[in-house]
């Protein structure tokens, strides 16, 4: 369902992303700019108010626009919601834009910067600027602690799986140029969905390219969740790109993803639902790293529950790939040992009821800006069987997903 009316007219008459972008940025409108998995078209939304209301994850709903979910969000009643109230396509050399009313004193500033940087100088594109890590040794020390720690209470029977997460910062040498970051994205990765989310209330922009589909729901009613988990590099000790064939699962990575697999087959059972499609597990690419992968589909149609995603959605989060199982014994460990805020990281996001579709996904493989600091965020889920080292080293490599397109 369209809200507004499309216009199609010719790209070189019009704003381009990133000036867009900058006008939202400037004038401290919400936007969100998106490029789903194996699509070629990019959109881009703005909304204009006040402040970004809170609101329940509810896909029946919401009006079209862009959910972000912080991981701590109990029963998804407090999901950020960006509203379309403009909607920019970008798809070759087409260019479509969607505008609400724009009576409102935020819409007609962001219309003006939106003049003003068109008939502006060109401006120099940021080169991409210098990165230093801003590492201290005590985390490797702590977080390794916690990998101990946790592994210990598994074996105790305290819980069978929990994901510990740890930050990683570095500076740029100058502001980034985010637009230019996320076209690098969109290409080095055409399997992730990628975005990038500007919340001016909170001076921050998340950049994220993550593999992982929470709750999908298509204009045809097909369902789709998976079940990720189990992590490897992509490439040979030689540096070569690793065919999916050749990747090795042990057991513990096996049950690992399993674990997340028959989560979600429970929530199905809690609502008696049994017409599910399971597929996989099979190897998957995501970006530097490999995964295992099991997709689960329903037609929401055939079965007659057309807000199966909603309620998937509030049983799912956080799921065991971000937290853990049991969910609330894992919920605990992590307020215990983790010494950072979480915030957006392992939350969910992605755009809902645009172009009669909602496609959210959880949010990892991201970063969060601050001015010229961002933020890193990586997690390993833990079994009894897991070595402080290499969950230490998992992370390195999470990391690497965004650091290496940022230096390249
Ligand atoms: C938690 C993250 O990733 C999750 C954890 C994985 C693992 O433990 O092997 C694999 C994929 C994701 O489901 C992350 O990237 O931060």
Not at 39 to 62: N, S, T
Not at 85 to 102: C, G, M, P, V
Not at 339 to 350: K, W
């Amino acid at each position: 369902m369209e809200l507004y009316p499309t216009l199609s007219v010719p790209v070189d008459t019009q704003p381009s992303a990133p000036q867009l972008w900058r006008a939202a940025y400037e004038t401290g409108c919400p936007a969100a700019l998106w490029r789903l998995p194996n699509r070629p078209e990019k959109h881009l939304i703005i909304h204009f108010g006040d402040e970004l209301p809170q609101v329940p994850a509810d896909l029946e709903e919401l009006p079209a626009g862009f959910a972000v979910s912080p991981f701590d969000n109990p029963d998804n009643e407090r999901t950020l919601f960006l509203r379309a109230d403009a909607h920019y396509i970008f798809q070759r050399d087409e260019f479509n834009e969607n505008l609400s009313k724009t009576d409102n004193k935020q819409a007609e500033a962001f219309y003006q910067a939106v003049e003003r940087l068109l008939i502006a100088p060109a401006q120099q594109r940021v080169p991409v600027t210098q990165v230093t890590a801003l590492s201290k040794p005590e985390e490797q020390r702590r977080f390794e602690a916690a990998v101990a720690e946790a592994t210990s209470q598994i074996q105790q029977g305290e819980f069978r799986k929990v994901v510990i997460s740890r930050t990683k910062t570095v500076a740029f040498s100058a502001e980034p140029d985010v637009v230019q970051l996320f076209e690098k994205l969109c290409e080095a990765y055409p399997t992730a969905f990628v975005s990038v989310v500007w919340l001016p209330e909170r001076r921050q922009v998340w950049i994220s390219a993550t593999p992982e589909r929470l709750v999908s729901v298509d204009a045809d009613g097909i369902f789709r969740t998976v079940a990720l988990a189990g992590t490897q590099s992509a490439y040979d000790v030689d540096g070569r790109l690793k065919r999916t064939s050749e990747a090795a699962w042990t057991q513990k990575e096996i049950e690992e993803q399993a674990l997340v697999g028959r989560y979600i087959i429970g929530c199905f059972k809690k609502i008696r639902l049994r017409e599910y499609i399971e597929e996989g597990p099979k190897t998957a690419i995501a970006g530097n790293l490999m995964h295992l992968k099991s997709d689960f589909t329903v037609d929401t149609k055939a079965v007659n529950f057309p807000q199966l995603g909603t309620v998937m959605l509030r049983l799912l989060h956080p799921t065991s790939a971000v937290c853990g199982m049991p969910r609330e014994a894992a919920g605990e460990f992590i307020r215990q040992h983790e010494t950072h805020d979480r915030e957006l990281y392992s939350g969910f996001l992605g755009p809902v009821n645009i172009q009669a579709e909602s496609h959210l996904f959880v949010h990892i493989r991201c970063l969060k800006l601050e001015g010229q600091t961002a933020t890193l965020y990586a997690g390993a889920g833990l079994t009894e069987d897991s070595l402080p080292d290499r969950e230490w080293h998992e992370t390195e490599m999470k990391c690497q997903t965004l650091l290496r397109v940022i230096n390249a």
